[in-house]
């Protein structure tokens, strides 16, 4: 089982940037495929961004593409989200986890909230 600790979130004014950290523990993270996800204050929880084990690969929700880069660090056991040009409808709780997400790895996020 991976355990995953998100960190980074914050209060922003719309257009700034924010980095977002999830440290994971256990032997199969270099090996294993890491998503963010986000939910927004009454809504489902949806996907944001992915990346393949080797950071080779990643992927995005449309409304982030461009502004939003997912990066990986296996040495460090740690996947990161960069997030740029911040709007008010990205304020949200953001989790990582495995990619296809499991059910028992979800932490307790980090909370971004952005303003107007």
């Known amino acids: 089982q991976v355990q995953l600790v998100e960190s980074g979130g914050g209060f922003v004014q719309a257009g700034g940037p924010l980095r977002l950290s999830c440290a994971a523990s256990g032997r199969t993270f270099s090996s294993t495929n890491m998503g963010w996800f986000r939910q927004a204050p009454g809504k489902y929880r949806e996907f944001v961004a992915a990346i393949n084990w080797n950071g080779d690969n990643t992927l995005y929700t449309n409304s982030v593409k461009g502004r939003f880069t997912i990066s990986r660090n296996n040495a460090k056991n740690t996947v990161y989200l960069q997030m740029n040009s911040l709007k008010p409808e990205d304020t949200a709780v953001f989790y990582c986890?495995?990619?296809?997400?499991?059910?028992?790895?979800w932490g307790k996020g980090t909370l971004v909230t952005v303003s107007s």
């Open positions: 986890n495995l990619d296809p997400p499991r059910m028992d790895s």
